[in-house]
């Protein structure tokens, strides 16, 4: 994708690989495999990338389109915002398990009420949320 980006707009563009550490512009970012485990859309090999981006002494993990992965638990984050549509991605259950080993302060749930999942989704993986990790804050972007 890099050089497809450079032939087509003349910029150079970061290539990162999951599991390295990466320093741009003085934002200090860790990126994590970002994969599905039994589906075909985003296979492991294709060696896409979830990052942990630390400001202002807070650490932002954004999944990206992935399931629960081992890696993925292994984050330690404040901010953790995962997918939980469904369909290419971790669902409702899944996504609020994965924020139970991850035990972030905030957790922003993506990936659902437009081209997947219901906008309910949101409001569901609150209450599970707040069953299987609590202490953890639930911010909805999308509200039914």
């Not at 003085?26 to 090999?45: C, E, M, Q, R, W």
């Not at 202002?56 to 999944?63: H, L, P």
Request: negative net charge; glycine residues 10%; aromatic residues 8%.
């Amino acid at each position: 994708m890099a050089s497809q980006v450079k032939d087509e707009t003349g910029s150079s563009v970061l290539a990162v690989e999951p599991g390295r550490e990466y320093s741009v512009n003085g934002i200090n970012f860790t990126t994590v495999a970002s994969y599905n485990l039994n589906k075909d859309f985003h296979p492991k090999g294709k060696g896409w990338c979830g990052y942990v981006v630390t400001l202002a002494g807070q650490r932002y993990y954004v999944v990206g389109d992935s399931d629960a992965t081992q890696e993925a638990a292994a984050v330690r984050c404040d901010v953790l915002l995962l997918p939980i549509g469904g369909h290419y991605t971790m669902d409702v259950t899944e996504a609020a398990e994965l924020t139970a080993k991850i035990k972030p302060d905030t957790v922003i749930p993506t990936h659902y009420g437009d081209i997947v999942g219901d906008r309910s989704f949101g409001r569901s993986f609150a209450e599970l949320v707040k069953e299987k990790a609590p202490g953890t804050e639930v911010e909805l972007l999308l509200h039914e």
